[in-house]
């Protein structure tokens, strides 16, 4: 046997036990485990949303929920970028506008008397606008002139934040690490963030506009691989910081007066076959409950001790959503293209 062929073969024998590994996962997945602690535990609902070889995906990146409660999924299977479930996890329709292969953020915002999304591209390098049923409405690729990239490529969005009043902004989280601002009219305002400011590689992947009580706002951005999450005035100032050691956090949204937080891993990426979890926040960016994960602990300090997945029953979660009955959707990544997962609040 050649030095080729055995390294093919163990090849093929390495990818048969990741993915014979992620099979035992989704079996497990569809157990009546209870997740979590607290007043926040859930169970998997077994079979949601999984369609036929008809509707493939690849990598799970971006949910959102539209008005009328349809579950939005961003997949990079260029076959159908944007699938659209009903509430009982069941195909309502799907579309691919330009095929997405390196398709990552995704974002639903008010558009006249209905909604749009923002979708990402890591490989486009652009930001797309689209109506829910597939018209193309908007592009942003990297706005000529900054003085910060030497080519366009070297541009790669990861996410979209958006204001109340239209204006938006870009997380440039597998590129340069700027944040780029657009005004409500989709013209580019200015660069934030970036090495100068502060924001380190590997970090700024996802995000929301968090509005407090009095309507001030900030950025709130998910610093994945740096295990913690950034806070950041409209101008990209530094206003605080929240270690979640142990997590790896790549997407955070509202869940009524607390957060959801996907972590893709929790030794990511030290090792990628390592397994992630989902953390529940309260207002003060406190964890008090960890889905598959070890309970959170502080110290005498108020420091979080380092968190761990406990059970296999995710691999990568990549972003998450809660429903108005207070379960929650987990889209996956590098997750052996594995259909999202629904779990019910108990």
Not at 1 to 29: C, D, E, H, I, P
């Amino acid at each position: 046997m050649t030095l080729t062929r055995r390294s093919l073969l163990k090849n093929a024998l390495l990818a048969g036990a990741w993915y014979g590994a992620v099979g035992r996962s989704f079996a497990q997945a569809s157990s009546p485990e209870v997740l979590g602690q607290g007043d926040f535990k859930y169970r998997v609902v077994p079979g949601w949303g999984v369609l036929d070889d008809k509707t493939p995906v690849n990598d799970c990146h971006g949910l959102a929920r539209t008005a009328d409660g349809r579950i939005i999924l961003l997949t990079n299977h260029v076959a159908n970028s944007v699938i659209f479930y009903d509430d009982a996890g069941k195909l309502a329709h799907k579309w691919t506008g330009p095929k997405f292969p390196g398709a990552h953020g995704l974002a639903l915002v008010p558009w006249k008397k209905s909604e749009a999304l923002f979708i990402t591209d890591l490989n486009l390098h652009s930001v797309f606008k689209f109506s829910t049923f597939g018209e193309q409405l908007g592009q942003w690729p990297l706005p000529p002139n900054t003085g910060k990239y030497a080519k366009e490529t070297d541009y790669r969005p990861s996410w979209t934040l958006h204001r109340a009043d239209g204006e938006f902004y870009v997380l440039d989280g597998y590129g340069k690490d700027y944040i780029l601002h657009y005004a409500a009219d989709g013209s580019f305002k200015r660069l934030l963030g970036g090495p100068e400011g502060g924001i380190v590689h590997w970090g700024p992947h996802g995000g929301m506009i968090d509005t407090a009580a009095d309507g001030a706002e900030t950025m709130l951005i998910a610093m994945s691989d740096q295990q913690y999450l950034l806070r950041l005035d409209l101008d990209g100032k530094k206003l605080a910081q929240t270690d979640l050691p142990g997590g790896n956090p790549r997407q955070i949204h509202h869940f009524g007066q607390h957060y959801v937080v996907a972590h893709l891993a929790d030794n990511w990426p030290k090792d990628r076959n390592s397994r992630g979890f989902l953390s529940i926040l309260d207002q003060n960016l406190r964890v008090v409950s960890n889905i598959a994960g070890s309970a959170p602990v502080y110290d005498a300090a108020g420091k979080l001790l380092p968190m761990k997945h406990t059970s296999d029953v995710f691999l990568h979660p990549h972003d998450v959503i809660a429903n108005p009955d207070g379960s929650l959707i987990v889209a996956q990544f590098a997750s052996g293209k594995t259909y999202p997962l629904k779990l019910e609040r108990i």
